[in-house]
């Protein structure tokens, strides 16, 4: 029997009297001996059973016995079904999350923030430009850009991407050309109407 054999036999009791006092002498002469045999013997306490064990024990058999029964007596901590709800409940839901809707999310997206959007009921007059905004270009930068020519926008974008600007006069139409014209970050193509 090797070493590793011999200790292992020492600590379960396997090893006959003599042969345990000869193990014993052996590790009070060799102090690696004698440290591992200390460590494990540490870790043997450490690792035993404790009282509680056995309380641990039915809690688990307790439990595994309510789920193989299917006991549904107490109720489940998560069935994954909906909540019913009534139909009074249920349309005041649905009430609440129309009126959400209309008074926080309409005016938030169709807010326009730089005011150079003209409503669609309304005709634009006056000189013009057609132009086609950068593909990366947001609508943040649009606005600034439109604001900075004061332009609105008359309609667009059409089936090319294409926008109607109006101006007040021909002045500002040829001044805002030009300015559009050095913007190739935000403007891919502009063309007088």
Known sequence: MDRDETTLAYLQDRLSPEDRAAFEAEAARDPALGAELAVL????????????????RAGWARLS?????????????NDNRWPSLSLVQAAGVVVA????????????????P?????????????PALQVVFAAG????E???L??????????????LGVYRLTFVDAMARDAALDVLATAPALVAEVMAD
């Open 137 to 140: 270009a947001t609508m943040a």
């Open 97 to 112: 999350a129309v009126a959400i809707w209309q008074l926080a999310a309409v005016p938030l997206f169709t807010s326009d």
């Open 146 to 159: 439109l604001s900075s020519v004061d332009a609105e926008v008359a309609s667009g974008p059409g089936a």
């Open 65 to 77: 016995a309510a789920l193989s029964a299917g006991d549904d007596a107490t109720g489940t901590a």
């Open 114 to 126: 730089g005011g150079r959007f003209v409503p669609a009921s309304e005709t634009a007059e006056g």
């Open 142 to 144: 649009v606005n600034a």
């Open 41 to 56: 013997r540490q870790a043997r306490v450490a690792l035993a059973p404790t009282e509680n064990a056995e309380r641990q």
